[in-house]
């Protein structure tokens, strides 16, 4: 069953966006007033999402780690959400600035969502660095759920303090004011990234299992003496 | 030790300030080095951007701010150097007090080393970059102070978390300074309104981002300090 459904993760995933590619490159009527380059809002967006979604699934894990049960496989779980979220934060930021240069005319600008979500990609690449650095695995445990409360208020922060600078990102619209083709696109493919990142998760997960594991195996026997005489 | 002779909570942030104040005194050694290091800062900045006066005192705030972060690493890296020495963090952490209260008592002297180097840099700045504090000194002085609590506080979790690992020196400044970012943005808001005037009544906003800033962060430190230091 598990194993079924390590490969059907993938399988769905990768072939809902095979198709949810097609919706947003060809189905879906390009945008009114931006054209073409619209359509990157498509993978933009729901790898945004998926990095808030692994963002909180770390919040989590770190608070569960802290205040509930300090054990291996939280401290996992805390891991593989920090790091599919460093990943997923930094392909939006990416097709974003794609998209802005021929929206905005500029690649990058100060924008609070912008600044916010890069510092908050920063944090999150401090941590997964600070991870590094820490042999300890109990320690780096615990230290690393620290970390990790502390990026997810400074998210939060950071986002309220650059807020107030001039915004130039739009609103969300909300489904209502689009057209539904758009919607439906977008849904099509937020579930596709959902599948994907839920499977990256998965094995990043069993990767932080099996690397605690190593290190906490006990050291390896020394080889058995040599059998004298051939006799088995 | 009677149960009656055991410190209360602010008692023993107390003791902890008084001890960080008093290792300090006696040797002075990280107070002399932050200051120049915090002012050979400043003079980079104006050679970096050129000898324009206009140009340097209109993001004099900004600077003065910098200049007080960067010297912030340095602070506070050594104020856990000194505790990991000899073993001085595991003595204090089997004392029956609150670890909470050693926080609270680091970052405030933390804060207080910072607030000193800030009083020696306001009159270099404002001699350097050409400026009069318009909107008067106890202003910026508050300003200041917010500020300095602001770094402190997270700076003190962080350089806990770093003072045990193989790469600290590189580690602090890449896990404080974007936290740190919230701080910046008011601080050098706040200290531009003060040093420039402030005719749309901004500062007040920004001096309450500040609070809220010292608010999250000194709350946070003192939830989470006592897992950051047990072992």
Known sequence: ?232 | MSPRARPGFWLTALLVLQKDLLIEWRSRARLNALVFFALSTLLLFSFALGADTRILGRSAGGYLWLAIMFASVLALGESFRVENENGALDGLRLLPVDPRAIFVGKAAGNAALLMVVAVVLVPVTLAVYDVRPLGGLPELAGVLALGCLGISAPGTIYAAITSRSRAKDVLLPLLLFPILIPALIAGSKAATLVLHGDPMQELQSWTKLLLGFNAAYWSLGILLFPSVIED
């Not at chain 1, 808030?52 to 939280?74: E, M, R, T």
């Not at chain 1, 924008?111 to 890069?118: H, K």
């Not at chain 1, 209502?176 to 599948?195: K, Q």
Request: net charge neutral.
């Open chain 1, 1 to 232: 069953m598990v194993k079924a459904l390590r490969i059907a993760l993938p399988t769905i995933g990768f072939g809902m966006l095979a198709f949810g590619g097609w919706l947003a490159l060809v189905w879906v009527p390009a945008e009114r007033d931006m054209g073409a380059p619209s359509r990157i809002m498509f993978a933009h967006v729901p790898s945004v999402w998926m990095m808030f979604l692994c963002c909180v699934l770390n919040f989590g894990a770190s608070i569960w780690y802290l205040a509930g049960k300090p054990s291996i496989k939280v401290d996992a779980m805390a891991e593989a959400g920090a790091e599919v979220c460093l990943l997923f934060g930094t392909i939006g930021v990416l097709l974003g600035s794609i998209w802005a240069r021929p929206t905005w005319g500029v690649y990058w600008n100060w924008d609070p969502r912008l600044t916010s979500v890069t510092v908050m990609l920063v944090t999150y690449a401090a941590m997964l660095a600070a991870r590094r650095f820490e042999e300890d695995p109990e320690r780096r445990a615990r230290v690393s759920s620290v970390l990790g409360i502390l990026a997810a208020a400074s998210a939060v922060l950071v986002w309220f303090s650059v807020k107030w600078f001039n915004s130039l990102h739009q609103p969300q619209s909300s489904p209502s004011t689009t057209y539904p083709e758009l919607v439906l696109t977008l849904r099509w493919n937020s579930f596709a990234f959902l599948f994907i990142a839920a499977w990256f998760v998965w094995e990043r997960y069993d990767l932080a299992l099996a690397a605690r594991a190593g290190e906490l195996a006990p050291p390896e026997p020394p080889p058995a003496p040599a059998q004298q005489g051939g006799a088995a």
